[in-house]
């Protein structure tokens, strides 16, 4: 098969599951050795169709020609038999064994005693890497990688396949500027190869940068698939989300007051030390830095959630005491986690349950759950945040990450706290769901809130922020006014 020619015919797919359609009759093609996006909100239908395409489910009609013939694939396994193959955003690596082993899992190349040819196992894990121009560890344990070298990890897993198609679902999501480069000067080396790239991202830029073609999936259709030069980002998020978006960063001003938090000389025993700001009411105050410089840390050492060894805290100029979560609770401050699968929400059970499980006071009668009242809590934020679900009975894991995001707002927005945390609140979200999460801020905001956002996305902290504060190597390195905002400001304290 030649540079060019269509090696991946998709025909007419449609998935239903209960009460949604997922897919309806999906069309497109994808060309050998392009790196071809895939876009659209959460929910339109990119990680279902994925999944079909793979064999986790089984289309209730249509199907696909891979490489000119038509594929039935029914398990992950064919599929990666054929040359299809997968890198998910949230990565399958066995922690506690070596690059070597994650790369040949479950497949070592074996002698004639039919003992494991370790030697054997690491010069082909070392080709491979060396095919990508990575200087890595094939004995390092992956518990030890940083979350870029893991993904390498993952893409040379997928390569061991020989596979000619790699589908990347939201690599960047958690990538630093620098590690962003190295994984597109990879997806650079495998389209020379020849191998096709299907690169799933929210990052408009990312789109711009790498992508030959793109494909807009709304609401489990087709909208259109065209060569990235003839659309521009104004245009291909209006056909994302079916609307004009307006301003990307829908920044609405708030009265700003008094000091809502302060916090003095913040230290913890591995990463922070002597770290100091302060958030006003009705301002939105950002955290900027490196992966690594702190930030995550230090709302959670506010929080309760990891232990300090020193520090003050005020809350509206009086020292408060704030040992654990449940003290912070006590206090109005609220964490919407970085992890919101891990740390927070309880994935196998429903919005009802996530939404009440900090606000039982509100849904109990008499000491006991009161289901009607729990019910209707879940539903005034479902209406509010406009979240996409059949019921208040979902559970979780069945949500979109946009809808997941939204029940753990859902879950603080209830208990009315006066000091709210955001911890990459937009992180693998779409565009349209991005601008909501924008706008409640800000409303917050206008109500007096204290909201802090950390974020690795230095536009949108420009684009909605009142301050930024920078962390480098566990401290404030600097803050930036909102008169002074540019990311050139701010990335020169958050390196020098």
């Not at 069309?27 to 339109?44: D, I, P, R, T, Y």
């Not at 060569?227 to 700003?256: A, F, H, Q, W």
């Not at 930024?468 to 905002?485: H, L, N, Q």
Request: glycine share 8%; aromatic share 6%.
């Amino acid at each position: 098969m030649n540079r060019g020619e269509v090696i991946l015919d998709i025909k007419n797919i449609t998935k239903t599951f209960p009460g949604v359609k997922a897919l309806t009759d999906v069309s497109f093609q994808v060309k050998k050795g392009s790196v071809h996006a895939l876009v659209g909100e959460n929910g339109a239908g990119k990680s279902t169709l994925i999944k079909v395409l793979t064999g986790v489910y089984k289309a209730d009609g249509g199907g696909f020609l891979f490489k000119g013939e038509e594929a039935h694939v029914t398990k992950p396994l064919e599929a990666q038999k054929l040359g299809l193959s997968v890198v998910h955003q949230e990565l399958k690596l066995s922690e506690t064994l070596t690059v070597a082993e994650n790369i040949f899992l479950g497949r070592p190349f074996m002698t004639k005693a039919h003992l494991v040819d370790w030697k054997k196992l690491r010069e082909e894990a070392r080709k491979l890497l060396d095919s990508l121009n990575v200087d890595l560890d094939v004995n390092r344990e992956v518990f030890r990688l940083s979350i870029a070298q893991k993904q390498i990890v993952e893409i040379c897993k997928a390569m061991s396949f020989q596979s000619d198609l790699l589908i990347m679902d939201e690599p960047s999501a958690t990538l630093t500027d620098k590690e962003l480069d190295c994984l597109f000067h990879i997806i650079d080396i495998l389209k020379k190869q020849g191998v096709t790239i299907v690169y799933i991202s929210h990052r408009m830029e990312e789109i711009f940068r790498i992508a030959d073609t793109v494909t807009i999936l709304r609401d489990g259709t087709h909208v259109a698939t065209m060569g990235v030069e003839e659309v521009d980002r104004p245009k291909l998020i209006s056909m994302m989300v079916g609307r004009e978006i307006g301003d990307e960063y829908p920044k609405l001003e708030s009265e700003i007051g008094d000091i809502a938090l302060e916090v003095k000389n913040l230290s913890t025993k591995k990463l922070l030390h002597d770290v100091s700001f302060h958030v006003r009411h009705g301002e939105i105050v950002g955290f900027s830095g490196l992966v690594g410089a702190g930030r995550t840390e230090t709302v959670r050492a506010v929080f309760g959630a990891d232990k300090r060894t020193g520090g003050e805290i005020f809350i509206d100029g009086k020292q408060v005491r704030i040992q654990s979560v449940i003290d912070a609770v006590k206090h109005k401050i609220a964490l919407a986690p970085e992890d919101r699968k891990q740390q927070g929400l309880v994935l196998i059970h429903s919005i009802n349950y996530n939404t009440s499980i900090v606000n039982l006071d509100q849904v109990c009668t008499g000491g006991f759950l009161d289901a009607k009242k729990e019910k209707a809590l879940a539903q005034k934020y479902i209406d509010m945040l406009a979240t996409a679900t059949p019921s208040t009975e979902q559970e979780v894991r069945l949500l979109s990450g946009g809808n997941q995001q939204k029940v753990v707002l859902s879950k603080w927005l209830a208990v009315d706290s006066d000091i709210l945390f955001f911890d990459e609140p937009t992180r693998g979200i779409d565009v349209g769901a991005k601008a909501e999460i924008y706008k409640l801020m800000c409303r917050l905001a206008q109500q007096g809130k204290a909201v802090v956002m950390i974020s690795s996305d230095l536009p949108e902290l420009i684009g909605i922020c009142d301050r930024i504060y920078i962390m480098r190597e566990g401290t404030i390195s600097g803050c930036v006014e909102r008169a002074d905002f540019s990311q050139e400001r701010v990335m020169e304290y958050a390196v020098s």
